[in-house]
């Protein structure tokens, strides 16, 4: 009885053990990316050192998800309608989808907004006005089309197909976290017909702070729904952290990419209707130049 007693301790101190090595080793990952951006102050052109900025992030994100998650530095997003988002720092895109861009791995491309996973802003500093640049960009992203039963490879439905793709602020440093709080608050009360699939869904300041907008689960949704909590208020909200920001943010940020990739393997992008809008567009052939 004793021995049993013991090596259930054993195995407890082995699992709190390890989470703690965990949260070591994200609080080493945000060291490592303050390091790298501290080298690229030796680059007097702001261009370069934001390009050094985005590669950084980009490497981290690479070491730390699936190889399914193909990634563009820098780049848009379009919508069947063929509206494009405004320009993006790091695109995260489904490895069954389409992509167009130059032949160099990692730089620049654009892809269908059905399809990408992620759409991240990179800041060196985040204030109040780049921040509202920021949720004003996620605000005109395109918009997905509805998922149909025919779009489904068997009988799972992925979880807030609606919200995709997850729309990430990642800053170096900012203002203070109550700070930004508050502008992200007063932006949205300003902008309350911003749907909840068009709101920032992390935000992350190096060292200093880090929110998250809750994603309710589709069986979580139908719950709110029968007892009439106000499920959209809901999906608004935004939650501030205070401790560990780095921890949470790698982590979470990480933990969202996985999630999204295994959901896109129970999605068959129908791009077909593309392909017939390129065909329209195609201007006639000018037999007279022959």
């Known amino acids: 009885m004793r021995w049993g007693f013991t090596l259930k301790f054993i195995k407890m101190y082995q699992k709190l053990e390890f ?5 070591v080793y994200y609080q080493a990952l945000a060291k490592e990316l303050q390091s790298e951006l501290g080298r690229s102050a ?11 900025r985005e590669e950084a992030y980009m490497r ?4 730390h998800t699936p190889l399914a998650c193909r990634m563009f530095l820098g780049g848009y997003v379009f919508g069947i309608d063929g509206l494009r988002s405004s320009q ?6 489904a490895d069954s989808v389409p992509t167009f861009g130059y032949a160099i791995e990692n730089q620049k491309g654009f892809a269908s907004i059905e399809g990408t996973l992620a759409v991240f802003s990179i800041k060196s500093f985040l204030d109040s006005t780049s921040l509202v640049d920021c949720l004003q960009s996620f605000a005109l992203l395109p918009t997905n089309r509805p998922l149909t039963e025919a779009a ?5 439905q992925p979880q807030n197909y609606d919200d ?3 729309k990430v602020i990642f800053a170096c440093d900012g203002i203070s ?7 992200t608050r007063k932006f949205y009360e300003d902008n309350p017909t911003i749907p909840y699939f068009k709101r920032v869904s992390i935000i992350h300041v190096l060292s200093k702070a880090f929110a998250q907008r809750p994603v309710l689960s589709n069986a979580a949704i139908d719950d709110f729904l029968e007892i009439g909590m106000p499920v959209d208020e809901l999906r608004n909200d935004i939650i501030w952290y205070g401790n560990d920001p780095d921890v949470l943010g790698f982590g979470i940020t990480f933990y969202n990419l996985q999630q999204l990739v295994v959901a896109s393997r129970s999605v068959f992008f129908r791009l077909e209707e593309f392909m017939r809008n390129i065909l329209f567009h195609i201007p006639p052939l000018d037999e007279s130049a022959a």
């Open 88 to 93: 993006l720092d790091i695109l995260v895109v």
């Open 164 to 166: 995709w793709p997850l």
């Open 60 to 63: 981290i994100l690479k070491r």
């Open 19 to 23: 989470y703690e090595k965990l949260i």
């Open 152 to 156: 489904l490879l068997g009988n799972q």
């Open 177 to 183: 976290k109550d700070s930004l709080e508050a502008t």
């Open 42 to 52: 030796a680059f007097d052109n702001p261009t370069d050192k934001g390009v050094q």
